[in-house]
Nanobody
Framework: QVQLVESGGGLVQAGGSLRLSCAAS????????KGWFRQAPGKEREFVGA????????HYADSVKGRCTISRDNAKNTMYLQMNNLKPEDTAVYYC???????????????????WGQGTQVTVSS
């Protein structure tokens, strides 16, 4: 079993930056594929970005492409989401997710993932 805990959310002005962290415990998730999703009030959960288990492949939603970067630190058993030039429409609860299997490609659907964090709130003011 893997437990995921997000942190780093908060209130930021439009144009600002945040770095979200997703710390895993229970076992190493270095060989897991990982992803970030978000859910705004009244909306369905949506894909933000994903990284393959090697870190060699990443994929981002069009809405965040060029503004977000996913990285991971296997030694710290942690994944990150760096978000720059934030917009009010980025306001949402952000969730990290992980799945075993060591897939060479990224996973972009929430049903692909086994483990989820509890979420961290990101609020961008205009």
């Amino acid at each position: 079993q893997v437990q995921l805990v997000e942190s780093g959310g908060g209130l930021v002005q439009a144009g600002g930056s945040l770095r979200l962290s997703c710390a895993a415990s229970g076992r190493s998730f270095s060989t897991f594929n990982k992803g970030w999703f978000r859910q705004a009030p009244g909306k369905e959960r949506e894909f933000v970005g994903a990284i393959s288990w090697t870190g060699g492949a990443t994929h981002y939603a069009d809405s965040v492409k060029g503004r977000c970067t996913i990285s991971r630190d296997n030694a710290k058993n942690t994944m990150y989401l760096q978000m720059n030039n934030l917009k009010p429409e980025d306001t949402a609860v952000y969730y990290c997710a992980a799945v075993r299997g060591g897939y060479s490609t990224t996973k972009i659907h929430d049903y692909d993932y086994e483990y989820w964090g509890q979420g961290t709130q990101v609020t961008v003011s205009s």
